[in-house]
């Protein structure tokens, strides 16, 4: 199987790469923008006849989620219209689509966890954008959407590497604790990905929207906390609201996502979040 990954150089292209080599049996194809611009259909279908694509796990995305908010049309390039250019080169080759979206594109106003058929209502303009790149990707059927929430990972830039380096240049820290969801680490969102793609090989995929996170809840304060007690460092962490530190783009209060369709269709067990952060620290 011939499989193309795109925004190769972020967080989870970083971590597909990583673990390409458990993977004989396929064809990995690593792409960056050097490599393939997604927002040119030109190159796109291009790419796909050259090296006869069967399965695109789609990272790419413009992730500015502040920047965004004063610069729509380049959000909507990247997180939309290149994600229609994909969906027709897929249904051209017959080949799968993997597309990774977000929990952005909720209002953040539910009570409990968030299943996939609730209603979408995105409060950013990084969450409409991420939403009509859903709707992008499914103008082909053999479509699976991830919606996944605060990646991070050993590799790029992130909350938790973010914390690591004040936390160590400060004494004491603000972190809101009224946004609460859950952590997602990027190895363990890529596994769980290369799960999904045996069984588009085995001619079994089960299309739709997944959401995939690390298991527990938990607000940003707390996974700072967590960060600092498990790196050892003696930074304080002192909660904050969201008002006392305002941003560009309005986020999720709470944006929880439920696993149950993901962990049932592909047989996943998922860790916990502490238990993925421990993980991710051993690894730096």
């Known amino acids: 199987m011939n499989i193309l990954v795109t925004g190769a150089n972020g967080q989870l292209g970083s971590e597909l790469r990583k673990i390409s080599d458990d993977y004989q049996n396929y064809r990995f ?3 960056d923008v050097a490599e393939l611009d997604v927002t040119n259909p030109d190159a796109v279908n291009d790419f796909f006849t ?3 694509i069967q399965t695109v796990i789609n990272c790419a995305a413009y992730t500015a989620v502040d920047k965004a908010e004063s610069d729509e049309p380049a ?3 990247i997180n939309a219209t290149a994600v229609g250019y994909l969906a027709q080169a ?3 080759a017959d080949a799968t ?3 990774l979206s977000t929990d952005y594109v909720y209002d953040g106003c539910a009570c409990k966890p968030y299943s996939e058929d609730h209603d979408t209502a995105p409060v950013s303009v990084y969450g409409r954008s991420k939403l009509a790149g859903e709707e992008a990707a499914f103008t082909t059927s053999k479509t699976v959407v991830i919606r996944t929430s605060w990646l991070y990972s050993s590799f790029g830039n992130n909350f938790m590497k973010t914390m690591l380096r004040l936390g160590k240049e400060r004494e004491s820290l603000n972190v809101v604790f009224d946004q609460v969801g859950t952590p997602t680490y990027a190895a363990d969102l890529a596994q769980a990905i290369m799960e999904i793609v045996k069984t ?7 299309t739709g929207i997944f959401h995939y996170s690390n298991e527990g809840v938990c607000s940003w304060y707390d996974f700072a906390r967590e960060i600092m007690q498990q790196a050892e460092l003696k930074c304080v962490v002192h909660p904050i609201e969201t008002e006392d530190y305002p941003t560009p783009a309005t986020r999720p209060h709470y944006s929880v996502l439920n696993k149950a369709r993901i962990k049932a269709e592909y047989d996943l067990e998922i860790p916990h979040w502490k238990d993925s952060l421990s993980r991710c620290l051993a690894e730096i």
């Not at 588009?200 to 089960?206: I, K």
């Open 29 to 31: 194809i690593f792409t």
């Open 90 to 92: 897929c249904k051209m």
């Open 50 to 52: 050259k090296n006869r």
């Open 200 to 206: 588009a090989e085995r001619n079994d995929l089960r």
């Open 75 to 77: 959000a909507i390039l």
């Open 97 to 99: 689509l993997i597309h």
